[in-house]
């Protein structure tokens, strides 16, 4: 609002998965109504969401991978009601965890199409196979579009390496031109972003294992106090 992305008069489609969350969203929006004046908030999955109108303007919170269902979702739906002059923001994960979609896709392109990413990571001048196989996703879910892309890495509030893809100047695609063969425009420092990402991502994981260590030391010692207060009973 404050950087004048969204407009308060415009329609605003808001999505939460959790029904306590969405309901503490919608009397977030009511209380102040110029803010978001025409809310439609949507409780479930991202891609069980009916898109009735254009879009200028969607920031997918995904912090996660992109699945498949969220992929089938961006090339059946949201791609077909994309404005020329709409931006996508999307946050996702840097690492894939459990994300089988992402594998999969990683695997498909090694095996059918390694030339498309060496092209990207030339283009990009990248080789991190994490940020290269998300373009390439995003250029394949967006089959309808050419667009330019920046790339950034901030989330300051997760345990885990975000990264935020930013999507704009949408231009049809040429039948005639293959999706590697175009190339992708990609501002801001991704090589120090990603050294940031993976300092953030080893700081995280080491802030995790200390804390399980003082949980266990808490455990220990709180059933060190269980077994001397029974005995304590059992004496008595």
């Not at 345990?159 to 992708?184: E, I, P």
Request: proline share 3%.
């Amino acid at each position: 609002m404050h950087n004048q992305l969204v407009h308060p008069d415009g329609e605003h489609v808001l999505v939460e998965r959790e029904a306590e969350t969405a309901s503490r969203i919608k009397d977030l929006v009511a209380s102040d109504p110029y803010w978001i004046r025409k809310p439609r908030i949507h409780t479930g999955e991202l891609h069980d969401l009916r898109l009735a109108n254009k879009i200028d303007y969607a920031f997918l919170d995904l912090t996660g991978g992109i699945t498949k269902d969220v992929a089938g979702w961006v090339e059946n739906g949201l791609q077909h009601m994309l404005r020329p002059k709409a931006r996508v923001a999307f946050t996702l994960a840097y690492g894939w965890r459990t994300n089988q979609y992402m594998y999969d896709m990683q695997s498909y392109i090694k095996e059918h199409d390694p030339k498309g990413l060496r092209r990207l990571s030339e283009a990009l001048k990248i080789d991190k196979k994490p940020i290269l196989v998300y373009v390439y996703v995003l250029r394949s879910i967006f089959s309808q579009w050419d667009f330019s892309l920046d790339q950034t890495v901030w989330y300051q509030d997760s345990q885990q390496s975000m990264l935020l893809f930013r999507l704009h100047d949408f231009v049809r695609r040429s039948a005639t031109m293959k999706m590697a063969d175009v190339g992708v425009k990609m501002q801001g420092v991704i090589g120090r972003c990603c050294g940031q990402a993976k300092k953030r991502s080893a700081a995280a994981h080491k802030a995790w294992e200390t804390r399980r260590a003082e949980a266990a030391k808490r455990s220990q010692a709180a059933h060190k106090a269980w077994k001397t207060r029974r005995k304590l009973a059992k004496a008595h």
